[in-house]
């Protein structure tokens, strides 16, 4: 049993009141401009009463939203102007036009139809849960709101009139915390959610003859009852009390008029810096080694702050925060306007990403944010920001960023790109410590692109259902990294309850006119009874091929399986040789190369992608080795263009240091031959001791007693050079 199936017992859930005793009890009848509710009630005249709040909200008199009821004929009529013809309004006209047939989008993909004029708010839809809690976070109905100000057309708030008063006779509230672990209408996340989320259909249909008095006021008592709740029972850590926060400010904000506002606003406007700062490492990173959630509570904070600002409330505190999180937006943003899919990230809408950088670009008057944004204002902005910023917006011109490599030292993000183009090579790499569930064992696991199109994928969010699927999807195998002894690098305790991933840390990071190197370590498999430490160097050779070399360190033997997850679609394996490559016949492929290993090595086997809410195969290249103390496993990626397989040639030269030649151990030095050019390549593997990063307890050291790394001169292909990476291009 639980909230579903109990939510119309009274001994459990508890109606809306009644509009008397919510307007004597809840409202602050003191507050200036609340003269004539006062009066009405008086007198005795509740509707009365209640139909003065009313128009005190549709007056505009007093500013509580990025836009009031009163502007909303000049929203309209700019929208209609400008924005007639803009994909985001053909989107929210056919959207709008869906939800008046009882048809919703919810994520994923996935939509669900219910006999038009009816709803099934606590259904199971599909195979999740996610499914019903979106649909109860009513992020579709901005569409609705906006196609009222597209068209003037009054089905559009009368579907959701009758929506919400179907939804909140069917949901009362809990009347205590009986139900906030469950995923139901009332799990205190989606709360929170629908606090920021309703109040722009309620203010954008204020005016509206179709949205009734009696509903607009049981959403006035439905808001104060989800300002109690969240109050009570928001999280304590994490996205989700980022978002029930905002949620409790923007109430305080639209309904200044509630007896809690104030000290709702007080405690939101105190706690959440704090939980901002729980949630956000000094690099801007978001602690949950997912860009998705990294995003969302970006979202919290860049809505947040517009709103403060168009009411005049200082966010100061929230810039330089932000402003980082930008930053870090900016260069995880691949030329196929995604977002890499590590942890919990799933395929993005790249219009929102792009709509999100262009709200950066005007915050901030950045020209670098615009470049990956766009040259007007989008539609969904001028809710936000009003008709006064299109202009303004516009003088801004778009320049591409300056850096075309990133180090995201603490949260753990490395990036690296050819250029800003749609069709550049990139490539990212998760390199740092991950906090909650939404993580992933994925550290040290990379992405690639070129082209626009993927080269080697990560296997995708899934489902939040704790079974086979998802298990495989959050696991190390599932990702382009290392596993030691078959194990994942960190053990979940549950689905969520989980600690954090594996210690990482990042060595070295530089971005030359000629090539990009990374190089990190992480300590997941440190906790076996023979500590293993996987060190992994990846090299672009601008603009080839990346060289990614993987060390391992141990004492006694183990068994290192390494993984590279292909798109979806056919590989070709030529084991003899060392190479696999994919074959997509429009073209897109990648080849990957490994120096003289021994066929059985080799493999190819299958693997799960998840993309739009569904699970597909997908072709995995994995090299099982065994291997007693040190190993080295070495990977050339070379993209192509077309369907034919590219000439690559790999061979090992020689590498001399202190009279004398090094083992592959101590340093990969390869010649490289591409079709008309050739790379000679040495990385010196000696300079630094890995193993000192834990100290005798198992804990990282202070920054300051790091060992430096030492350099020393190297005779590599008949030539020298004292670096530990050197690269020497003879055509």
Not at 89 to 113: C, D, M, Q, T, Y
Not at 146 to 153: E, H, I, P
Not at 388 to 407: I, N
Not at 595 to 624: C, M, N, W
């Amino acid at each position: 049993m639980g909230y579903k199936d109990l939510r119309h017992d009274p001994r459990y859930t508890q109606p809306l009141p009644l509009d008397e005793s919510f307007l004597r009890d809840e409202l602050d009848l003191e507050r200036p401009g609340m003269e004539g509710v006062r009066e009405k009630l008086n007198a005795g005249d509740i509707a009365g009463a209640r139909d003065a709040y009313l128009a005190l909200i549709a007056s505009g008199a007093t500013k509580r939203y990025y836009f009031e009821a009163s502007d909303l004929p000049e929203l309209a009529d700019y929208s209609r102007k400008r924005y007639a013809d803009d994909p985001e309004a053909v989107l929210a006209l056919e959207e709008a036009e869906l939800l008046l047939k009882s048809n919703f989008p919810l994520f994923k993909g996935r939509r669900i139809i219910f006999p038009e004029g009816t709803y099934d708010w606590n259904g199971w839809l599909f195979d999740s849960s996610q499914y019903q809690l979106h649909l109860t976070r009513f992020g579709y109905l901005k569409h609705l709101s906006r196609a009222y100000a597209l068209t003037g057309n009054e089905a559009y708030p009368r579907c959701f009139n009758d929506m919400m008063k179907d939804f909140l006779i069917d949901n009362p509230m809990p009347k205590d915390g009986t139900f906030r672990s469950e995923h139901c209408t009332w799990d205190p996340l989606s709360v929170g959610v629908r606090l920021f989320v309703l109040p722009e259909p309620f203010m954008a249909m204020f005016g509206s003859p179709s949205f009734e008095p009696e509903v607009k006021m049981m959403m006035i008592k439905s808001f104060h009852q989800h300002g109690v709740y969240t109050r009570n029972y928001h999280a304590s850590h994490g996205n989700h009390v980022c978002m029930q926060l905002r949620g409790l400010i923007t109430l305080s904000l639209l309904l200044p008029e509630l007896k809690d506002s104030r000290d709702w606003l007080a405690y939101g406007m105190k706690e959440l810096p704090g939980y901002i700062r729980q949630n956000v490492y000094e690099d801007g990173v978001q602690f949950e080694a997912s860009p998705n959630y990294h995003h969302i509570v970006m979202r919290d904070l860049y809505e947040l702050v517009a709103l403060l600002q168009k009411l005049g409330i200082p966010a100061t505190e929230y810039d330089r925060t932000l402003e980082a999180m930008f930053d870090v937006l900016m260069h995880l943003m691949t030329p196929d306007g995604q977002l890499p899919r590590f942890g919990d990230t799933d395929v993005q809408s790249s219009h929102d990403l792009r709509a999100v950088m262009s709200l950066g670009a005007y915050l901030f008057n950045r020209p670098d944010y615009k470049y990956l944004g766009y040259e007007e204002l989008p539609l969904s902005l001028l809710w936000r920001v009003g008709p006064g910023a299109p202009g303004s917006y516009a003088k801004l011109e778009a320049r591409a960023p300056e850096a075309t490599a990133a180090c995201f030292p603490i949260g753990g993000y490395l990036t690296s790109r050819q250029d800003w183009g749609g069709e550049a090579l990139y490539m990212a790499a998760r390199a740092g410590v991950g906090v909650a569930g939404h993580a992933h064992a994925d550290t040290l696991s990379v992405i690639a692109l070129a082209g626009g199109r993927e080269l080697l994928v990560d296997s995708g969010i899934g489902l939040f259902e704790w079974n086979k699927e998802r298990k495989y999807v959050i696991s190390t195998r599932a990702h382009n990294t290392v596993v030691v002894d078959g194990g994942d690098q960190h053990v979940r305790s549950a689905h969520w309850n989980t600690p954090q991933t594996a210690p990482c840390r990042i060595w070295d990071f530089r971005s030359t006119e000629r090539y990009d190197y990374w190089f990190a370590s992480h300590y997941g498999y440190t906790r076996y009874d023979d500590p293993v430490i996987h060190s992994r160097k990846v090299l672009f050779v601008k603009n080839r091929y990346w060289l990614i070399v993987d060390l391992l360190e141990a004492r006694e033997l183990h068994t290192y399986e390494q993984y590279f997850h292909l798109p979806p679609g056919a590989a070709t394996a030529d084991f003899g040789r060392g190479r696999v490559w994919t074959d997509r016949e429009d073209g897109g492929n990648v080849l990957l190369a490994y120096p003289e290993l021994a066929s059985a090595q080799l493999s190819l086997e299958s693997g799960l992608y998840f993309i739009h809410g569904e699970y597909h195969d997908k072709p995995v290249v994995k090299r099982t080795m065994q291997a007693t103390g040190r190993a080295v496993m070495e990977t050339v990626v070379l993209p192509c263009c077309g369907s034919a397989t590219p000439k690559l040639e790999l061979s090992r030269i020689s590498a001399v240091s202190d009279g004398a030649e090094l083992d592959r151990l101590d340093a990969t030095a390869l010649r490289i031959e591409g079709d008309g050019w050739t790379d000679e390549i040495c990385l010196d593997h000696r300079g630094l001791r890995v193993a000192d990063y834990l100290d005798h307890t198992g804990n990282p050291v202070t920054e300051g007693l790091l060992s430096k790394p030492t350099v020393r001169e190297i005779e590599y292909g008949g030539r020298r050079g004292v670096d530990d990476v050197l690269l020497h291009s003879l055509t």
